[in-house]
């Protein structure tokens, strides 16, 4: 990750990186600046990725993420939530674009294979368990729309919908 950091300050102008002692930022792993340009890490952050460790890679990630995507302000992987009302719900929206982000960039789709189990995912990218579970259910569902198959549905469901409508419910829904 460090390396990747390195490149993004020598191809981008507006993109730097700050390492910052884990006191300045107690709420927060890292941080994303998007008025400075600046990616701010906790020296702890910094030295566990330096050890590989799965979820200081994906703090990292998540924070190129929020710059990749032309975040505006500034976006944190924040232990604390300080915004309210329709800014709470874009922070939202973009928080989620970002883990998104860093999930696919951690484990590109090209890498994976539909035969990868959450395991391997976890050994091949240096990801949590938590992280690699949901990057194979992203994968799966990119597979299933690429080849033009629907998701079937939980058993538990359809048993609903089936008596739904033996009680006279129309389901646009075929359920075979």
Known sequence: MMTVIERLTKIFRHFAYQQVPDSEMPDAEAQWDARKGVLHMRESVVGAIQRGEP???????????????????VRSRSTIQATTGKRLLEAKKEESEARRF?????????????????????????????????????????????????????????????????RGAKLRTELN
């Open 55 to 73: 979820r200081a890679r994906m703090a990292i990630a998540n924070e190129i993420g929020h710059f990749a995507m032309r975040h505006a302000g």
């Open 102 to 166: 860093a999930a696919m960039f951690l484990a590109p789709n090209y890498l994976l294979s539909s035969t990868d189990t959450v395991e391997d995912i976890v050994d091949r990218f240096g990801m949590s368990f938590e992280a690699a579970m949901i990057r194979k259910g992203e994968f799966d569902a990119f597979q299933r729309r690429a080849s033009g198959h629907r998701r079937e549905l939980p058993s538990v469901v359809v048993d609903y919908l089936k008596d739904a409508q033996r």
